[in-house]
């Protein structure tokens, strides 16, 4: 059973400060400024030996309309729909606002336990609002500080009670068991072939692998791109749920947001993210924390999700988030959505050929899907896509056929001799994946030209089949076996 608890409360009480401290990292943004948050954001928590699924949310705003705000309020309802228990969260230096006690009283009309909490009660500032939190009528007030931890104590004998009165709650249920004659002959409730997945267990919430560790976390495809492409739109469609916030206004997400699921089997981890302007654009400070965030997500990525606006495909701002994505050696895939609206195709799609072809060199054979996130066309080909490209990432060639391959194109194209001085390539070998790594033990790495160094790269994946995915090749030096060594008869 997974325990799960929501943090609920108007803009800027410390919600996101106090979801990081549990989760033991800072994952939420967090600022003066009121109502950074806007999507909810899960992580795993855990206070002392309690552990559990947390859900920052957005500041509980009164707008029933359309607007953004009523969607963001939203969000927060049906995070506090699937919790089972909710933190409510006051400013106690600033007191009881009438807004807590508007939203106080409809979080009473619900089936979720509450808990109140009189956050930033540090020194003695916040007495007064702690005495006057018990007006909202849901028990009595945590203490608590989430930017020093204070309270810490208090909050784990509210969640402990909480979460034990769960557990007993689903012990205590009837399980109605069919007679075995009812049960179909297919089905056999001690069929021990089903494992369970394994935890994610990565520091952060963009898990990396370090080189010959056993994979153990989901595929994680980071969907990146300017504002307003449909990043979120294209999530939302995938997992058939409006779990993202969406809207006509640009730069709605401000968070990189991840969303497991999964596709033939394969865990995903769908990581939503900001639309990245220009840095020469961005003036906003929170719109510059949202950009960095955008650019760790790219980190802990292995497939990435260029997302293209079909009336500007591959312009100069796109090319500079694919080429910070090869940078760091993540597989990318090229995603063309709102094709269904697209007036010239054969125009855009020669646009992008020319721009991959004279801007983008280093990686051949990226593929291109065109789709339309909202009416769901193409979706399957471009998951697809992402497993064949993370596929191909994580490729591994033998040894021996490497040096063969090597052997015979030195033997048809030897490499140059400048200045007269040959170069000797002797041996190769795949030093890592993720993204293919290669070593050469090469007599002048300083004098080979750069030019042989790709035609050797570009061979490479011709001969072995690999596109569309980031190679790397290093040029080292052998030991010289005699020297520091005294020559003999002195």
């Known amino acids: 059973m997974t325990f799960t608890v929501a943090i609920v409360g108007r803009p800027n009480v410390g919600k996101s400060t106090l979801f990081n401290r549990l989760i033991g990292k800072r994952m939420a943004l967090v600022d003066d400024q009121p109502g950074v948050t806007r999507d909810r954001r899960e992580g795993e928590a855990y206070l002392f030996d309690r552990r559990f699924r947390i859900i920052d949310t957005a500041g509980l705003e009164e707008a029933f309309d359309g607007s953004l705000e009523a969607r963001m309020r939203q ?59 018990y007006r909202l009528g849901l028990g009595e007030p945590i203490p608590f500080s989430a930017e020093h931890g204070l309270g810490s104590s208090d909050l784990y004998d509210v969640i402990s009670e909480h979460m034990l009165s769960a557990i007993e709650a689903k012990a205590t249920a009837e399980v109605r ?26 520091e952060d919430e963009f898990e990396g692998f370090e080189e010959g560790e056993k994979e153990r976390g989901p595929l994680q495809l ?48 769908l990581v939503d993210t900001a639309g990245l302007r220009r840095r020469s654009k961005i003036e906003d400070k929170i719109e510059k924390l949202s950009a960095s965030d955008t650019i760790r997500a790219l980190k802990y990525a292995q497939v990435v999700a260029l997302v293209l606006d079909p009336d500007g495909v591959l312009d100069k701002q796109d090319l500079t988030i694919a080429r910070h994505v090869i940078d760091e050696g993540r597989a990318l895939i090229i995603v063309i959505n709102k094709w269904d609206i697209c007036k010239d195709k054969d125009a855009v799609m020669q646009r992008l050929k020319d721009r991959l072809l004279t801007s983008l060199p280093q990686v051949k054979g990226i593929p291109v899907v065109t789709i339309s996130a909202l009416k769901g066309h193409k979706l399957n080909k471009m998951l697809d896509m992402v497993l064949d490209v993370y596929d191909i990432w994580n490729i591994r060639l033998p040894t021996a056929g490497l040096n063969r391959w090597l052997a015979e194109l030195l033997e048809r194209h030897p490499p140059p001799a400048p200045g007269g001085r ?69």
């Open 422 to 490: 040959r170069i000797k390539l002797k041996y190769i070998t795949q030093a890592r994946a993720r993204p293919p790594t290669f070593a050469i033990s090469c007599s002048l790495p300083e004098d080979l030209p750069a030019s042989y160094t790709r035609f050797l790269e570009n061979n490479l994946r011709q001969t072995f089949d690999i596109p569309g995915v980031p190679l790397r090749m290093h040029m080292k030096k052998g030991d010289n076996p005699y020297a520091g060594k005294k020559k003999r008869n002195q």
């Open 75 to 133: 969000q927060t309802e049906r995070a506090v729909e699937d919790a089972d228990l909710v933190l409510m969260l006051i400013d106690a230096r600033v007191g009881v606002m009438p807004i807590d006690e508007h939203f106080a009283k409809h979080l009473r009309r619900g089936k979720t336990p509450i808990a109140l909490m009189a956050n930033k009660c540090e020194g003695k500032v916040g007495d007064e609002g702690l005495i006057d939190a």
């Open 222 to 269: 980071a969907i990146v791109g300017r504002p307003n492409v449909g990043k979120s739109t294209l999530i939302n469609k995938l997992i058939d749920e409006d779990r993202l916030l969406t809207g006509p206004e640009s730069g709605i997400t401000r968070d990189a947001i991840a969303v497991e699921w999964e596709y033939k089997g394969r865990p995903l981890k």
């Open 177 to 202: 068991v069919p007679p075995k004659d009812k049960i179909p002959e297919d089905k056999h409730l001690d069929d021990q072939s089903e494992t369970q997945n394994d935890e994610d267990l990565g």
